[in-house]
């Protein structure tokens, strides 16, 4: 069924269109709200607090943008929010797995493991560049996750963060900078 649809559907009080919704944008969200705070829990609160808003507004969305944008802008803006509230980007917490890889050991055959391995480097890079992001100002942090990590255009963006494009792009590219900065050790 087409999104539209479901859109209009959610419109007239429609739960369970809403809901399809939701769930097709469910992952990509959390993913971003993840990116943005580093605190699994924090962002599951986050995207709560996000959809209980979109919920409630749904009916204001004019489809001016699409859907998906007008869902970034609000989980962006409830992000905001609880940065304003806690003081600053300053009470987040950096989130780091762990796994138990002696237990996975025990139960994976030597092509099974190396792919594992592989997999588990991947992750670790993966963690290792999130905790980097983390320390970029919000500002620059979900415009740099929105283009390189989501791949949101620069329109989409611009409509999300709700600023010019000629703003997205500079502080995509000081964001990169501040970046570079903090893996050479000079931020």
């Known amino acids: 069924m087409d999104e539209t649809i479901f859109i209009a559907e ?13 769930f097709k944008y469910q992952q990509k969200v959390y993913n971003y709200a993840l990116r943005m705070t580093g605190d699994p829990t924090l962002s ?12 409630r507004s749904i009916t204001s969305f004019r489809g ?4 998906s944008t007008w869902l970034y802008r609000i989980v962006y803006n409830t992000c905001h929010d609880y940065w304003r509230k ?8 950096i989130y780091s797995s762990e796994d138990d890889v002696d237990e996975v050991k025990s139960d994976l055959s030597d092509t099974a493991l190396r792919l594992f391995y592989d997999r ?19 500002e620059f942090r979900a415009i740099l996750i929105l283009r390189d990590i989501q791949g949101f255009s620069y329109q989409e963006i611009a409509e999300i963060v709700d600023a ?24």
């Open 64 to 67: 001016d943008s699409s859907f």
């Open 120 to 138: 588990l480097r991947q992750e670790e890079i993966q963690d290792w560049i999130s905790k980097l992001i983390t320390q970029l100002s919000p």
């Open 10 to 22: 959610a419109k007239k009080g429609d739960k369970t269109a809403f809901e399809k919704l939701v």
């Open 164 to 187: 010019s494009i000629g703003t997205v792009k500079s502080r995509l590219n000081r964001a990169r900078n501040q970046l570079r900065a903090i893996l050479s050790g000079n931020f």
């Open 44 to 55: 599951e609160d986050i995207c709560q607090e996000a959809l209980i808003k979109a919920y």
């Open 86 to 93: 806690e003081g600053g980007a300053s009470g987040m917490k």
